[in-house]
Every structure is written in C-alpha cells, then in structure tokens.
T-cell receptor, first 114, second 115 residues
C-alpha cells in the first residue's frame, strides 16, 4: 500500500525567504501526487498536482513542486513566502491504476515570521 | 456548481449519543471519501465509497462507525455511542472516478465535540 512521509511537522521561515516542504512517498510503478493546503478552520484546497508529463508543476500563487521518481519525492517550494501562506500543507498520493483511496501525509505547518 | 457540502459544521454530542455527519458531493461526482483529522496527526483515511458500494473501509473502526452513500441523497458517516476520543474534525471529499485523472475536492468539515 502507498504511504506518504512528511518529515517536518512545522517549518518556520521569515517573510520573503524561500521555503521547501519535503514529501516522500513509497515507491510504485506510477503515482498521482498532490499538495493540498489547509487554512485555519477550513477544509483542504488543492494547491497543485502531478499526473503525468512535465515533472515540474506550478500553482497560481507561486508554489511549485518537482516529481523526482528516483528519489520518490515531491517537494514543495516557493522562492519568497508571504504572511498569507501561513497554513498547513498536506502531500498526498494515489495509484492511478487502481480504484484506490488518496493517502495523505501528516502535514507540515508553515509559520511565516515577520 | 456548488462545492462539497458538509453539515453540520459543528456538532456537540454527549457520551453515548449518536452522531450523524452528512456530506453532499459535488454535482456529478461518484466517489466519496471520509477522513478524520486530529491535532498533530494529519488526515486519517476512514472510508472510500461509491454510490451504493463501499470500496475501502480499512480505516474505519470496526465497532460503532458506519458509512453509506445511497443512490439518492448525501453520504452519511454515523458514529454510535460516541466517546470523548471521537472528538475530531471529520472531512468529506468527493471526486470523479480515479481513472479520470482527477483530484478530490474537500468540504469544510464537521467538528464533532463529545462532552
């Protein structure tokens, strides 16, 4: 069965600094990969996804993630964070070859420091 | 096209009562997921349903918990004889069939408090 590891439970970073949130998944022949964001007291919203094709995927608010098959990673990056990026970020994986559930990591809380 | 609707948003139950959480998927979506979120524990998968069919319930406790997604109407997560440990946020998500290359869309969640 698939699994997702987010090693960092919390990441503090100064405003306008770069950030990387790490995500590793258990290996599989093929995967779909997702990053979701959860703002306080809200549900999860899709930030970006990798289904196939280009290994670098981008969101509309400046985040990007790169699918690295050899390292089984899908790290999320942003070159310059804003206070409004304060949220919890969840990495998720599913198996496109099976009618299977989406598995989530434990989440990484991003703290933006002024 | 309305998003995934969950109700109630907040639910308070005394120990031993029943809790019913409702989830109306996005229009046209055939698959529903239920997740439980506890502080510092992320999202725990509970159950994955298609209309009138449970695909995977491996994350759901064997006792007191049940879920359904009938042909008509919302998906229901039912918790009987609630205990304090059931207090959590419960999120529902819906999607098209996975082979259609789609992500899951989440509702705002139901926050269950057992007193």
């Amino acid at each position: 069965a698939q699994s997702v590891t987010q090693l960092d439970s919390q990441v503090p970073v100064f405003e306008e600094a770069p950030v990387e949130l790490r995500c590793n998944y258990s290996s599989s022949v093929s995967v779909y990969l997702f990053w979701y964001v959860q703002y306080p007291n809200q549900g999860l919203q899709l930030l970006l996804k990798y289904l196939s094709g280009s290994t670098l995927v981008e969101s509309i608010n400046g985040f990007e993630a790169e699918f690295n098959k050899s390292q089984t990673s899908f790290h999320l990056r942003k070159p310059s964070v804003h206070i409004s990026d304060t949220a919890e970020y969840f990495c998720a994986v599913s198996d496109p070859n099976r009618d299977d559930k989406i598995i989530f990591g434990k989440g990484t809380r991003l703290h933006i420091l002024p | 096209n309305a998003g995934v609707m969950q109700n109630p948003r907040h639910l308070v139950r005394r120990r031993g009562q029943e809790a019913r959480l409702r989830c109306s998927p996005m229009k046209g979506h055939s698959h529903v997921y239920w997740y439980r979120q506890l502080p510092e524990e992320g999202l725990k998968f509970m159950v994955y349903l298609q209309k009138e069919n449970i695909i995977d319930e491996s994350g759901m406790p064997k006792e007191r918990f049940s879920a359904e997604f009938p042909k008509e109407g919302p998906s229901i997560l039912r918790i009987q004889q609630v205990v304090r440990g059931d207090s959590a946020a419960y999120f529902c998500a819906s999607s098209l069939p996975p082979y259609m290359n789609t992500e899951a869309f989440f509702g705002q969640g139901t926050r269950l408090t057992v007193v």
